[in-house]
């Protein structure tokens, strides 16, 4: 599926890293843990500063309602 593809990607940009294995249990023996690295943070805070302006831009042209 498309979330192993999206795994696979961020993994060879560098913006994840694979974290230390916690405990298994039973039912998670196969299970993969995942961080963001220091590039993967700085592209998710862009990524909200760019969502943010974008909404606030929205709000301002009165395309989305102010929050109440």
């Known amino acids: 599926g498309m979330l192993y593809g999206s795994v696979k990607w961020l993994l060879a940009?560098?913006?994840?890293?694979?974290?230390?294995?916690r405990?298994?249990?039973?039912?998670d023996e196969r299970r993969?843990?995942?961080r963001l690295t220091t590039d993967g943070?700085?592209?998710?805070?862009?990524e909200a500063a760019r969502l943010e302006a974008a909404v606030?831009?929205?709000?301002?042209?009165?395309?989305?309602?102010?929050r109440s």
């Open 32 to 34: 993969k843990y995942y």
């Open 13 to 21: 940009e560098g913006l994840i890293e694979e974290a230390p294995r």
């Open 56 to 66: 606030s831009l929205a709000r301002a042209r009165k395309v989305l309602a102010r």
């Open 41 to 46: 943070r700085q592209l998710v805070r862009a």
């Open 23 to 27: 405990a298994p249990t039973k039912e």
